[in-house]
Antibody, heavy 119, light 107 residues
Framework: QLQLQESGPGLVKPAETLSLTCTVS??????????WGWIRQPPGKGLEWIGSIYYSGSTYYNPSLKSRVTISEDTSKTQFSLKLSSVTAADTAVYYC???????????WGQGTLVTVSS | DIQMTQSPSTLSASVGDRVTITCRAS??????LAWYQQKPGKAPKLLIY???SLESGVPSRFSGSGSGTEFTLTISSLQPDDFATYYCQQYNNYPWTFGQGTKVEIK
């Protein structure tokens, strides 16, 4: 059974960089079919797709965040990561990592991790 | 970006009711639409993909229909476990976008 687990600081100061890692167990992140994505949800609000990475390293970002986002993978560690720079209070959210089977919809999700941006 | 609009935002229903949620896209997305269920404090769970394909393990009381710009999620007989928030998501064009959600409450 594939499992995803987000990890990283729960509190980030304004203007700093948010860094999260998703650890994948029970499966490989090097499959030629899968994409691995990040989605966030501000408290009490809806879902926003941040971006996705393909096994080859190709990345796809939401234009609304593109200038601040980097998604990368470490296949040797079966992990992929999210970096979001110059954060503000508006970036406070639960951040989810998830697997896309290649179609664009997300079947497997991590449990989510709350990141609060505050001084 | 393709805008996804769900209606209603909140729905009050009773166990056993037939429930329908609508999702409209700002432009045609063919059948590239997914539906998710989310309960408080939990990650979304995929219910439907490609507008009408039921994800493995999802009860058959859930069904999806539609194409182009208008889609529906139907729960044929609402069960206690179904009280949750439902989201649609288009994956026709990047960036993938979600509807604002429909909360199904107990009447």
């Amino acid at each position: 059974q594939l499992q995803l687990q987000e990890s990283g600081p729960g509190l980030v100061k304004p203007a700093e960089t948010l860094s999260l890692t998703c650890t994948v167990s029970g499966g490989s992140i090097t499959s030629t079919t899968y994409y691995w994505g990040w989605i966030r949800q501000p408290p009490g609000k809806g879902l926003e797709w941040i971006g996705s990475i393909y096994y080859s390293g190709s990345t796809y970002y939401n234009p609304s965040l593109k200038s601040r986002v980097t998604i990368s993978e470490d296949t040797s560690k079966t992990q992929f990561s999210l970096k979001l720079s110059s954060v503000t209070a508006a970036d406070t959210a639960v951040y989810y990592c998830a697997r896309d089977l290649g179609g664009g919809y997300f079947v497997y999700w991590g449990q989510g991790t709350l990141v609060t941006v505050s001084s | 970006d393709i805008q996804m609009t769900q209606s209603p935002s909140t729905l009050s229903a009773s166990v056993g009711d037939r429930v329908t949620i609508t999702c409209r896209a700002s432009q045609s997305i063919s059948s590239w639409l997914a539906w998710y269920q989310q309960k408080p404090g939990k990650a979304p769970k995929l219910l439907i993909y490609k507008a009408s394909s039921l994800e493995s393990g999802v009860p058959s009381r859930f069904s999806g229909s539609g194409s182009g710009t208008e889609f529906t999620l139907t729960i044929s007989s609402l069960q206690p476990d179904d009280f949750a928030t439902y989201y649609c998501q288009q994956y026709n064009n990047y960036p993938w976008t979600f509807g604002q959600g429909t909360k199904v409450e107990i009447k």
